[in-house]
C-alpha cells in the first residue's frame, strides 16, 4: 500500500471530528437550575459560573434550557420581576442536542439553522456537558494552527531537499 503522508484520514479532517475527541478529558461541567427557580437565581448562578446557558433540569431530567437571550427578552423587556418569575416562564422548551457522535460539522450546521450559541451535550439520554460555538471556534483555532505547521515543515522540507 503506497502512503500519501499528505492526504488526510477523515478523523485527521476537523469537519469530521467526532465530540467525543473534541471534548476529549476536558472536565465535563453541566450548569443548571430547575424550572420552579426564580430567573433571578438563573442570574445569579450565570453570574457565578461565568456563562450564558443553563440546563433546566427537573428531577434529573432535562426539560429545556435558559440564557441570558432568555432573560433579557423575556424578562427584562417584557418588565416582568426577576424574583417573581420563574424559569419555566423563560425557558425554551424545543432544546436542539448533540451526543458525543455528533461531528464538528454537525455541530456547527445546527448552530447556523436554528441561530443558537450553544448545544447540550448528550450521552445515553442524560446532558453531560454544553459546547460553545466559542469551544468549536478554539477548536478551529488549534487545528489551523496545527495545519499551517504542517504546511511549514512540507514546504522546508521541500525546499531544503532542492537546494
Not at 124 to 130: A, D, E, F, M, R
Request: with cysteine; charged share 25%.
Amino acid at each position: 500500500m503506497i502512503n500519501y503522508p499528505h492526504i488526510r484520514r477523515p478523523d485527521e479532517i476537523l469537519a469530521h471530528r467526532s465530540l467525543s475527541r473534541i471534548l476529549g478529558a476536558r472536565p465535563r461541567t453541566l450548569w443548571a437550575v430547575g424550572p420552579a427557580d426564580s430567573t433571578l437565581t438563573a442570574l445569579q448562578v450565570m453570574g457565578d459560573k461565568k456563562t450564558a446557558f443553563l440546563v433546566v433540569l427537573d428531577q434529573g431530567r432535562m426539560v429545556g434550557v435558559v440564557s441570558e437571550r432568555d432573560f433579557v427578552g423575556r424578562v427584562i423587556l417584557a418588565k416582568k420581576s426577576p424574583e417573581a418569575t420563574p424559569v419555566a416562564d423563560i425557558m425554551v422548551r424545543k432544546v436542539i442536542t448533540v451526543d458525543l457522535s455528533s461531528t464538528f460539522r454537525d455541530c456547527l450546521n445546527l448552530m447556523q439553522q436554528h441561530n443558537i450559541r450553544y448545544l447540550p451535550v448528550i450521552d445515553n439520554g442524560k446532558p453531560i456537558t454544553v459546547i460553545s460555538i466559542r469551544d468549536l471556534l478554539n477548536e478551529a483555532v488549534v487545528y489551523q494552527e496545527k495545519v499551517v505547521a504542517e504546511l511549514e515543515r512540507e514546504r522546508l522540507t521541500v525546499f531544503t531537499s532542492t537546494a
